[in-house]
Nanobody
Framework: QLQLVESGGGLVQPGGSLRLSCAAS????????IGWFRQAPGKEREGVSC????????KYSDSVKGRFTISRDNAKNTVYLQMNSLKPEDTAVYYC??????????????????WGRGTQITVSS
């Protein structure tokens, strides 16, 4: 059974850093497009970043560009999201998702079929 599990969330002060992990089980994610999304209370789920299954293409939303970095470790069957210079507006539940295999990836929820349950990030002093 295909499963994605996020970890690494927590409470962090503004300006701090966290690294989220998205571990896969039941399949190898090295050929899949993987996306990171977030959803704040009362808001729609939005795409944050993605990495393509082929070629290592990456994409970031304007709100996190220059602060977040997505990467994958195929040996560990895991995708990471390194988040630096965190802001209070980054507070949300963060989800990873898998979908398709391509040389490009997309930050639309419609491009993904399998989702983790999410991990909470709270940025507050």
């Amino acid at each position: 059974q295909l499963q994605l599990v996020e970890s690494g969330g927590g409470l962090v002060q503004p300006g701090g850093s966290l690294r989220l992990s998205c571990a896969a089980s039941g399949f190898t994610l090295d050929r899949y497009n993987i996306g990171w999304f977030r959803q704040a209370p009362g808001k729609e789920r939005e795409g944050v970043s993605c990495i393509s299954g082929r070629g290592g293409y990456t994409k970031y939303s304007d709100s996190v560009k220059g602060r977040f970095t997505i990467s994958r470790d195929n040996a560990k069957n895991t995708v990471y999201l390194q988040m630096n210079s965190l802001k209070p507006e980054d507070t949300a539940v963060y989800y990873c998702a898998a979908g398709g295999s391509d040389y490009v990836c997309f930050t639309s929820t419609r491009a993904y079929t399998d989702w983790g349950r999410g991990t909470q990030i709270t940025v507050s002093s």
